[in-house]
């Protein structure tokens, strides 16, 4: 779990297994822990003057202390509202910037994979019935020594084609 | 036949201190005989592009040759026979036969000179043992010596060579198709009252229409040529042929590096606006569109995208 976690932090996990860890880190408080010390560790390490200490639990601390509104409507309470609205955007805003000040310390290796993926593998579309006959026409001469991938394209493209007709 | 596969096998065995390579190398030829020597019938899935089909394949040996059937068992039903270089379609109950004489050079599936280029185009060596559809299965790893190309893995029957399962995978290590066999049985009895049902019923008898486009065409060398084709593919055939919807016929080159191929349609642009410039892929096989010089030029390879647009981008007429 650790190593995973430490990949993850390191840009080195695929996509979908990121999003399983991410799910398990929120499930999981131990696993929550090892996740904020490891950051707290990389930010240490990076930037010694500042160090954030457990803020996600300081600001949910903040939260649940601000009042809950359960009078009925009125101009004062809304008034009340609104300053509960903002205090809770400008605490929000406080995570998204320090979320967004590691990603930009910690993840070197995010955007030079997010620029590498599209040359990797373009956004393309499926290819369309009419284009069937070049991949029969190509299935032909291909090599069979994978004869059983053949056999599985061949009934795929034949079978599209012929029902395309 | 089948003594020339024990020989292999044989011939495996004492050479299992031999070299990595060369094992594999063997290997694949055991794979390959495998595949045409051995009476099986089992279920496989493909899986490609997030979607996932299953079929039954059943193949027997006869007197007179190798008998392949192919049925879809989820969408319409979908079933092809194969005999000889003949192929039959049974689709949505109706049959067809498919006329493919370029079939019958398909066996052997393993020549001689394809271990070679194979052997300079990719680091094969084994993985270990793993146990697919109950069998256990030897792995191989196919790995390019550039990005250009595939990773292949194969994982095939450790007494008789059978491919159990084919996975196609990009440069992160990434599935990109793959087809494994969920059951399978190997010899013993298996069903062959289909073979004698493959001519065409007497109700379709009046009107057997042939499926399109499998059809033979002449060999030719036009002066088309590709400049920068992946090191190691070498020009495997150049045909021209007719083809479903085309007025004129299609220039069609073929270059191999003895895993995958890239297949290059030329043809005379007819101005469909279907035709568009463009990339599409289903599994491992890319497609690519272009128009160059009032002609359009399709590359369809089993590599990925960026090798079907390099190949493309470098397509030229060299004659007059």
Known sequence: MKQEISALMDGELFEDEAENLLGRIKRDSDAHGDWEIYHLIGDVLRQPEHVHCDLSAKVRKRMQDEPIVLAPHGRAVKQKMRTVALSAAASLAAVGVVAWMSLQIGHETVPQMAMKQPVLRPASAQIRPKANDYLMAHHEFSPRIIDMSGGASYIHTIAYTNNEK | ?320
């Open chain 2, 1 to 320: 036949m089948r003594a020339a596969l024990y020989g292999l096998l044989l011939a495996v065995t004492a050479n299992t201190y031999a070299g990595e390579r060369q094992i594999s190398l063997d290997w694949l030829k055991i794979v390959a005989f495998a595949a045409h020597q051995t009476d099986y019938s089992g279920v496989f899935v493909y899986q490609y592009d997030n979607r996932v089909e299953t079929s039954r394949i059943t193949h027997v040996i006869e007197a007179d040759g190798e008998y392949e059937r192919l049925e879809s068992l989820d969408g319409p039903k979908r079933e092809i026979i194969r005999h000889h270089g003949q192929v039959w379609c049974y689709i949505n109950r109706k049959m067809t036969q498919v006329d493919s004489q370029q079939m019958h050079s398909r066996f052997p599936a393993l020549l001689p000179e394809q271990i070679s280029t194979l052997s300079e185009n990719y680091q094969a060596r084994e993985a270990g043992t793993e146990r697919v559809a109950g069998y256990n299965a030897q792995v191989f790893l196919f790995k390019p010596n550039d990005n250009l190309r595939y990773v292949h893995k194969i994982w095939a029957h450790t007494d008789s060579g059978l491919l159990l399962k084919v996975a196609v995978l990009d440069t992160n290590n990434q599935v990109v198709e793959q087809y494994i066999f969920t059951q399978l049985q190997i010899g013993g009895n298996i069903d062959r009252s289909w073979i004698g049902a493959k001519k065409p019923p007497q109700r379709d008898a009046g009107s057997p229409t042939p499926v399109e486009p499998v059809k033979s065409g002449t060999l030719t060398d036009s002066a088309w040529v590709v400049g920068a084709l992946p090191p190691g593919f070498k020009k495997t055939m150049e045909i021209q042929r007719a083809m479903r919807g085309k007025h004129a016929p299609v220039t069609q080159i073929v270059f191999s590096d003895g895993l995958s191929a890239i297949s290059i349609f030329v043809e005379p642009d007819d101005g469909d606006e279907d035709d568009v410039e463009g990339l599409s892929s289903r599994g491992a096989v890319n497609l690519y569109h272009k128009v160059l010089d009032k002609h359009l030029i399709t590359v369809v390879g089993e590599v990925p995208p960026r090798t079907v647009i390099q190949v493309l981008d470098s397509v030229r007429y060299n004659g007059k």
